[in-house]
T-cell receptor
């Protein structure tokens, strides 16, 4: 069936560290892939997206590449900031199916 | 541009009752999706409406039903409430299938 497996949290890093949050998916066909973020006290909002294989989504220094061969969409950032502390959700939209991962809570310490 | 709004913000019901949650989509958006989010979990897809027709459904029983109106606002109805229905219910609107979703703040439902 359709599913998203996301790296379990919580993840705690120091400022300026490199970040990777893994995400793999199981889906029929070729879904569109997204990362959503929820900052403390705020609602879910789009961070980045990719709609076809080998596309790279990027925003606010974050990047993720749609890898069809490994069914993955890992989120990366070269140098995290305290303001990146939030919960991150991997998400796909396929044919009439929308699936979120369970979320990864990220805390960045100064 | 008005964002996605949901009402009410909080609701308390007892087991067996029925509830209706409402969502106003962002201007110009013809697609609305509903999710259930338990504490510490990711949102679970309930169903999606596109131009007033159901366009996909997750693994929720038939007592979860919905509507989309000509102005693309939407309702989620839950009959015969159970304790496990206690959760945050999120509505998201978009310009179509596989497009970026814009989320409302949610309705927190508590079933006693």
């Amino acid at each position: 069936g359709n599913s998203v497996t996301q790296m379990e949290g919580p993840v705690t890093l120091s400022e300026e560290a490199f970040l990777t949050i893994n995400c793999t998916y199981t889906a029929t066909g070729y879904p569109s892939l997204f990362w959503y973020v929820q900052y403390p006290g705020e609602g879910l909002q789009l961070l980045l997206k990719a709609t076809k294989a080998d596309d790279k989504g990027s925003n606010k220094g974050f990047e993720a590449t749609y890898r069809k061969e490994t069914t993955s969409f890992h989120l990366e950032k070269g140098s995290v900031q305290v303001s990146d502390s939030a919960v991150y959700f991997c998400h796909f939209q396929g044919a009439q199916k929308l699936v979120f991962g369970q979320g990864t809570r990220l805390t960045i310490n100064p | 541009e008005t964002g996605v709004t949901q009402s009410p913000t909080h609701l308390i019901k007892t087991r067996g009752q029925q509830v209706t949650l409402r969502c106003s989509s962002q201007s110009g958006h013809n697609t609305v999706s509903w999710y259930q989010q338990a504490l510490g979990q990711g949102p679970q897809f309930i169903f999606q409406y596109y131009r007033e027709e159901e366009n996909g459904r997750g693994n929720f029983p038939p007592r979860f039903s919905g509507l989309q109106f000509p102005n693309y606002s939407s309702e989620l109805n839950v009959n015969a409430l159970e304790l496990d229905d206690s959760a945050l219910y999120l509505c998201a609107s978009s310009l179509g299938e596989r497009e970026t979703q814009y989320f409302g703040p949610g309705t927190r439902l508590l079933v006693l």
